[in-house]
């Protein structure tokens, strides 16, 4: 599984993550900050990217989009308002999610990290 994450997550969890052998980039890397959240998405799907982001409501709200308009994405995955900035805690969820998906996540899934 290959990861994008949003810029509301701290770069230190795209190093962590690649520390850890997995393949994760990030907005702050990318470029990408003053990126609109449908511009994020988008790049995430060119890329392959399954787009992390603690932005839950309105990632949910463009993943209904692209059902509607039947524009796929490599997937999203929600970081819970309950991992807050634990960095260690969203390396985790989402090591487990790389795990659980090894071959990435289907092209309009949108899931919460564990």
Known sequence: MRFYLDEDLAPSVARALRAR?????????????RATDAEQLAFAARQGRCLVTRNAQDFIALSRV????QVPHAGIVCCPPSKGDDVRAIVRGLLDVARRYPT???EYDLIYLP
């Open 21 to 33: 052998g997995c393949d994760t980039v990030s907005a702050h890397e990318e470029g990408m900050l």
């Open 66 to 69: 692209a059902i509607r308009e």
């Open 104 to 106: 990435g996540l289907g």
